[in-house]
């Protein structure tokens, strides 16, 4: 009788990135994310300014979220968040995953391999492993080998306590930059972006100026 009475926990997933432009790879890994997981919520969080990254594309903050919102618009059970865009300054994931944590709900980070690998090198990295599970999402043609981030995966839990999953999915191999590339030159984007998205990205003339 106790057991039916304990209020249950909401697994709540948090995909984070520049999503500079939103494509079909971030699409395919939400949905295994969102399966894998058995989340009851997903939150897709482009950033403002990513503490790893340098963004030196014209696309302005805004359009980023709004072309998110039109990439993730039909996924059930997902909701972009304008939270970090809000904030402003470094989009810090500590920062994020504090603000979400709450009684009643266990968060989950879905992470690439290279950040995966790279996280005790992050800011408050011990406050990251105790507000969320990590959820570590591999590429097809991975370089980094299946020993190394086992090995990476062993030394977080005994360093941090930290619970890891690996997700396990057809990654859909996208590069962003060339993407974009792609955009500027008029070539083809078939199989790459959303049609809602690239019809934005056309209305809006974005990308055309963007330097390599």
């Known amino acids: 009788m106790s057991g039916a009475s304990e209020k249950r926990i909401e697994r709540i997933g948090i995909y984070g990135?520049?999503?500079?432009?939103?494509?079909?790879?971030?699409?395919?890994?939400?949905?295994?994310f969102l399966s894998q997981l058995s989340l009851d919520r997903l939150l897709v969080i482009p950033t403002f300014l990513p503490p790893h990254k340098n963004i030196l594309s014209p696309v302005s903050e805004s359009d980023r979220l709004e072309m998110t919102k039109l990439a993730f618009?039909?996924?059930?059970?997902?909701?972009?968040?304008?939270?970090?865009?809000?904030?402003?300054?470094?989009s810090y994931t500590y920062l994020t995953l504090e603000e979400l944590s709450g009684e009643g709900r266990k968060l989950f980070l879905l992470v690439g391999t290279d950040m995966f690998l790279s996280?005790?090198?992050?800011?408050?990295?011990?406050?990251?492993?105790?507000?969320?599970a990590l959820v570590c999402a591999r590429r097809e043609n991975e370089i980094h080998s299946e020993a190394e981030i086992l090995s990476k995966k062993s030394e977080y839990e005994e360093k941090y306590g930290a619970e890891i999953h690996l997700l396990r999915n057809q990654v859909i191999e996208i590069s962003s930059t060339e993407l974009r590339e792609a955009i500027r030159s008029g070539n083809r984007t078939a199989g790459m972006l959303a049609p809602q998205v690239m019809e934005y990205i056309?209305?809006?003339?974005?990308?055309?100026?963007?330097?390599?």
Not at 73 to 90: A, H, Q
Not at 119 to 132: C, D, G, L, Q
Not at 202 to 212: A, C, D, I, M
């Open 119 to 132: 996280m005790n090198e992050w800011k408050y990295p011990e406050r990251i492993f105790s507000s969320a």
């Open 202 to 212: 056309r209305r809006k003339r974005l990308y055309e100026t963007e330097k390599q």
């Open 17 to 32: 990135g520049t999503f500079n432009p939103p494509h079909l790879g971030h699409r395919a890994a939400a949905e295994a």
């Open 73 to 90: 618009r039909d996924l059930e059970k997902t909701e972009v968040s304008d939270r970090e865009i809000r904030r402003g300054g470094k």
